[in-house]
């Protein structure tokens, strides 16, 4: 009869101990799968998205680094990623995840080429024919949540 005692008592210590250690786990964030989840959610609603077409005015499309500016703040938000798919107009795009302002798009070559930007501007909106003459970057703004779609930085020939 002892032993079933000494037994017994082992088994609700251990599973106290248990109980104990889910409870702390839980009070100090190290249980994160649910917290993880919310905060991912949450990151997702404070951020917008900008995504459009890329080109370069050539038989083939160069590695570019395409960058969204924020207006008030100058902070770049950049990617190298090309996205491949239909949805682009010539098979390449990009996508940029910003927090909410307003901003210039432009699509460059590589650091060599620095003050050599494609932006997305109001010759593009015109139909990037030799009759647009503005070549004035357009500001776009980008709230919580938002996507922003067919933002295409491929001004070429604009004076740089």
């Not at 839980?26 to 949450?42: C, F, K, P, Q, V």
């Not at 917008?48 to 077409?53: D, H, L, P, Q």
Request: proline letters at 4%; aromatic letters at 14%; a negative charge.
């Amino acid at each position: 009869m002892k032993k079933l005692y000494i037994i017994l008592g082992i088994l609700i210590t251990i599973f106290l101990i248990i109980i104990s250690l889910f409870i702390l786990l839980r009070w100090n964030g190290s249980y994160s799968d649910e917290r993880a989840l919310t905060e991912n959610i949450s990151t997702k609603i404070q951020t917008g998205i900008i995504t459009g077409s890329l080109s370069y005015p050539s038989e083939f499309l160069p590695n570019l680094e395409t960058c969204a500016v924020n207006t008030q703040t100058n902070e770049s938000y950049c990617t190298y990623q090309m996205i491949q798919g239909p949805n682009f107009t010539h098979g390449y795009g990009y996508q940029i995840e910003v927090p909410p302002g307003s901003y210039q798009v432009y699509t460059k070559i590589n650091d060599e080429y620095e003050t050599y930007k494609a932006y997305y501007s109001k010759f593009i909106t015109c139909g990037g024919e030799y009759t647009c003459t503005d070549h004035t970057p357009i500001t776009i703004t980008v709230k919580a949540g938002e996507t922003i779609r067919d933002v295409d930085p491929g001004d070429w020939y604009a004076n740089n």
